[in-house]
C-alpha cells in the first residue's frame, strides 16, 4: 500500500514561528524560497509525462520530501531547532482524483482572490445556499417524454432553428443564425446547466471554506444525475438538438454536454463524505466510460467527429478530457494524435485566426468557444505528456497564438469588426486566457485574466461562462 503523502497542493509554509505545516497554501510565497521554487519546477518536469494516478502520488512524495527536507536550511532560518510539527490539513485532496483542466495554483489563487473579496464571498454563499434548498435536479425530472423514450433519455431542441412562417403548422423548422428560439430553453438542456451551474457553486464554496453541508449537496446532486437508477440519464444523446418536423436528434447536439469537461475537472476538488464516496466515484466514472463508448461508436458521434468547426474541436476534447477522467489514456491519446492535431492544422490560420467560426453570425462568441475547446484539448493532454499549446502544424499556427490573436480584442484595444448579433460573455474569454496562462506560463495570458475576471471563480470554473446569454 502507498504511504499517504499530503498533496503538494495542500503544503503551507509558514514563517510565523518554527515548524512544517500541511494545510491550504495561501501563506506561501514562492519569492521568498527560490530554493523551493525549482524543486516545483523540476518535480513538474520530470513527472509530467507518467499516467496521472502515478504521477500525483510521486510528485506529492518528491514534492513533500523536499520541503521536509530543506525546511531548516532555507525557509526557517532564525527558528529556535524545534522539530517541524506535522498536522492534517483542514481540507485534504481526494486522494482518488485530482481536477484534470485546471491546475492546483490556480486553485490557491482563487482561494485567496475570494478571501480579498467580500463581495464576491457573499454572492458565492447564496449561490450555494440556493442550490441547498435544491432537493434534486435530474433528468427525469420532466413531463412524460413522447413515445418511445423514457423520463432519463437526454432532450433538447436546437437553438437557431424556428416555425417557417410561410407553412401552416409551422414544420418543418427553418435555421436563423445565432436567433436562439426561447423552446431551447424549455429542454433538458436548461436542466443540465443549472445542474453544471449549481454543482459548480457547491464545490468552489466547499473548497473555499471546507463547509460539510456543501460538500455534502454536491454529491448528493452528482449521484442523481448519473447514478440513482430512478433518475441517472441515460448514457447517450440520441435525442439531442433535434429540430421540428426534421430530426428527433443529431450529432450536432454532442456540444450540448461539453459542459461536463469542467464538472469533471471540479469533481477533483469534491472530497469524499457520507454522500460522496470513493464508490460513488467510482459509478460517476463508469457512466462516463459508457458516455464515451456511445460518443465513439454510434452514428451521431461519428457524425460530429466529422464536423470541421467548433463542434469536431468540442468532441475531441470531451473524448478526452472524458477518457482521462475514467482512467481511458489510451483512448485519450489517439484522439489528439490522430484527429486533434489535425484540427489545429486546418481551424487555425497562419496569422492565429480562425475562418470557421468569423464567418458566424457570432463570430466573437465562437471563436472564445472554440478556442476553448482546444484550451480543454491542451490541459488534457498535459496528462499524457503531449505539449499542444505550441504545437505547431507545417502550415497554420499554434493554440496559443490563436488565443494571442484574440488577446487585443478581449482588452479593448482593438475593435471587433466580424459579425456579432448578440451580448458578448466576457467569462468565456477569462477561463480561455487562464487556461492559457496555465498551461503555458505566458505573462500576457496571466495579465490578461486578471484583468477581464469580475469575480474570482472566472479563472477556474465554467460556472459563469457560456456560449450564450442565459434564458429562463
Known amino acids: 500500500m502507498e504511504p499517504h503523502v499530503p498533496p503538494a497542493e495542500n503544503i503551507v509554509v509558514s514563517r510565523s514561528g518554527p515548524g512544517l505545516r500541511w494545510g491550504p497554501a495561501l501563506s506561501l510565497d514562492w519569492q521568498t524560497s527560490p530554493c523551493l521554487a525549482a524543486v516545483r519546477e523540476v518535480c513538474d518536469m520530470l513527472l509530467l509525462p507518467m499516467i496521472h494516478s502515478r504521477r500525483d502520488f510521486l510528485h506529492r512524495t518528491l514534492w513533500g520530501g523536499a520541503i521536509a527536507a530543506l525546511a531548516g536550511r532555507d525557509l526557517f532560518a532564525g527558528g529556535n531547532g524545534t522539530p517541524p510539527e506535522v498536522v492534517q490539513a483542514p481540507r485534504p485532496a481526494s486522494d482518488a482524483t485530482m481536477p484534470i483542466l485546471t491546475t492546483a495554483r490556480s486553485w490557491q489563487a ?10 464576491d464571498g457573499r454572492l458565492l454563499q447564496a449561490g450555494s445556499d440556493a442550490a441547498l434548498e435544491i ?13 418511445g423514450r423514457t423520463p432519463n433519455d437526454y432532450a433538447s431542441q436546437a437553438p437557431y432553428w424556428w416555425p417557417d412562417p410561410t407553412t401552416k403548422s409551422g414544420l418543418p423548422y427553418v435555421r436563423r443564425d445565432g436567433e436562439v428560439n426561447p423552446e431551447y430553453y424549455q429542454g433538458d438542456r436548461k436542466t443540465l446547466d443549472a445542474f453544471g451551474e449549481h454543482f459548480s457553486g457547491l464545490v468552489l464554496q466547499a473548497y473555499a471554506t471546507g463547509e460539510t453541508a456543501t460538500a455534502r449537496h454536491a454529491g448528493r446532486l452528482l449521484r442523481g444525475w448519473f447514478i440513482d437508477a430512478e433518475t441517472k440519464m441515460n448514457p447517450h444523446l440520441r435525442y ?13 447536439g454532442i456540444i450540448d454536454t461539453a459542459s461536463l ?24 466514472k463508469a457512466w462516463f466510460s459508457a458516455y464515451l463508448d456511445w460518443l465513439l461508436e454510434s452514428e451521431h458521434g461519428r457524425a460530429e467527429a466529422g464536423e470541421a468547426n467548433n463542434h469536431g474541436t468540442w468532441y ?29 492544422a486546418t481551424q487555425i490560420a497562419p496569422d492565429g ?42 502550415r497554420g499556427a499554434t493554440i496559443a497564438e490563436a488565443v494571442r490573436w484574440m488577446l487585443p480584442y478581449y482588452l479593448g484595444e482593438r475593435p471587433w469588426t466580424w459579425p456579432q448579433i448578440s451580448p458578448f460573455n466576457d467569462a468565456t474569454a477569462t477561463l480561455v486566457l487562464s487556461l492559457a496562462a ?17 469575480h474570482a471563480w ?15
Request: proline share 6%; glycine share 8%; net charge positive.
Open 110 to 119: 482563487f482561494r485567496a482572490a475570494l478571501s480579498a473579496s467580500p463581495e
Open 135 to 147: 432537493a434534486r435536479l435530474t433528468v427525469a425530472d420532466k413531463k412524460a417524454p413522447p413515445p
Open 240 to 252: 439531442a438538438q433535434g429540430i421540428p418536423g426534421i430530426c428527433d436528434g443529431r450529432g450536432i
Open 261 to 284: 469537461c469542467f464538472l469533471v475537472d471540479e469533481i477533483g476538488l469534491l472530497d469524499f463524505n457520507p454522500d460522496w464516496t470513493p464508490a460513488h466515484l467510482e459509478q460517476v
Open 316 to 344: 475531441d476534447a470531451q473524448v478526452a478530457c472524458f477518457a482521462v477522467f475514467c482512467g481511458r489514456d489510451d483512448v485519450a491519446r489517439r484522439q489528439i494524435e490522430r484527429f486533434s492535431k489535425g484540427r489545429i
Open 353 to 394: 485566426s480562425q475562418p470557421h467560426e468569423l464567418a458566424r453570425t457570432l463570430s466573437r462568441s465562437y471563436s472564445t468557444f472554440n478556442l476553448l475547446g482546444f484550451a480543454v484539448l491542451a490541459q488534457t493532454g498535459r496528462h499524457l505528456g503531449i505539449e499542444l499549446w505550441n504545437w505547431r502544424p507545417e
Open 438 to 454: 496555465q498551461g503555458t506560463g505566458d505573462s500576457a495570458f496571466v495579465e490578461g485574466s486578471a484583468r477581464l475576471a469580475r
Open 458 to 472: 472566472e479563472n477556474v470554473s465554467f460556472m459563469s461562462a457560456r456560449l450564450r446569454e442565459k434564458k429562463q
